[in-house]
């Protein structure tokens, strides 16, 4: 991706350094009742600074969906709350605080990859010379500038997310909220947009709440791990990952990044042992 300008679109609310971006506090969630009901968290915490990568990572049913989805404003908690820049998740929603990017790409086959990336402009009453200025910017910014005038169905599927990336950024929300994005990619589209994001990280100052099963993606990216246990999903570890701030592909050969996978592999296997939770596959 190229370095975009595009560090601040609109003067969105921002939060000070000193402040929490996220706040999650004593988070649990149960679906249904009677024997059918499921924990799916239990009192999960953990607070998250402005600029910070964060990954909630576990295994399959852990509720990493679930959190995700609460701080979108997309589920409510049964207990708990949640503050982002210390609102509650709805007002952030409508403050435009962050964007949401899902496994599957979720673009409108019928526009084209610069209508799709200026959808949420364009339903903000957004003028059609501004929307164009910000399409152009994100589109270059993501790699696709030679590509807007195609459809999604014409790109492949690394294409695809970087236009849900860029459709996610359209509104300049200071977090960005991901949901095991590169998980359907092929091995070398998955690490080039670890690169690609960590690109957009840098050069934009944004936050990052990104949900993964992959112990090497979360190491690769995050400045913080957050590790899920299952049945229920609870804060099982929290690890300050000490590699470069500068990640580069070959850091993904060197020893202290096996060492990080091995500390958190470890950690978690301890706990399966303790507990029967399955492994990461
Ligand atoms: N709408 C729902 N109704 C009932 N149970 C649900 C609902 N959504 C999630 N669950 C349950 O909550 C638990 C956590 O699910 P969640 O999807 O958050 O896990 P996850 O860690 O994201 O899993 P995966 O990695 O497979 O996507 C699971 O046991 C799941 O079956």
Redesign the pocket.
């Known amino acids: 991706m190229n370095s975009p300008s595009v560090v601040s679109l609109h003067p969105s609310t921002r939060v000070t350094s000193e402040q929490q971006l996220i706040e999650v506090d004593h988070v649990s969630?149960i679906?249904?009742s009677g024997p059918q009901q499921?924990t799916?968290l239990s009192d999960v915490t953990f607070h998250i600074a402005p600029n910070e990568f964060v990954s909630l990572l576990?295994?399959?049913?852990?509720?990493?969906?679930?959190?995700l989805?609460i701080v979108a404003d997309l589920l409510q908690p049964t207990t708990g709350r949640v503050r982002i820049a210390g609102k509650e998740p709805k007002q952030a929603r409508l403050q435009r605080q962050f964007g949401i990017v899902f496994q599957t790409p979720a673009l409108f086959d019928w526009r084209t990859v610069r209508h799709n990336v200026e959808l949420p402009l364009e339903l903000l009453g957004t003028r059609r010379k501004e929307c164009r200025r910000i399409s152009s910017e994100l589109l270059d910014m993501v790699g696709l500038t030679r590509f807007a005038d195609h459809y999604p169905w014409q790109l492949s599927g690394g294409m695809q997310q970087r236009v849900s990336i860029a459709r996610a950024l359209a509104l300049d929300p200071p977090l960005l909220l991901m949901d095991?994005p590169f998980s359907a990619l092929d091995e070398f589209t998955k690490e080039k947009l670890q690169m690609e994001l960590l690109e957009i990280k840098r050069s934009t100052g944004k936050t990052f709440l990104f949900?993964t099963?992959s112990i090497p993606e979360a190491v690769f990216l995050s400045d913080r791990i957050i590790v899920?246990s299952?049945?229920p999903?609870q804060v099982h570890s929290v690890h300050s990952v000490n590699l470069p701030a500068e990640r580069e592909n070959q850091l993904r050969e060197t020893e202290p990044f096996y060492q990080m996978i091995t500390t958190i592999r470890n950690c978690f296997h301890e706990e399966r042992d303790a507990t029967h939770v399955p492994s990461f596959t």
């Open positions: 969630v679906f249904g499921v799916a576990g295994p399959s049913g852990c509720g990493k969906s679930t959190l989805r095991e949900v099963h899920l299952a049945h999903g």
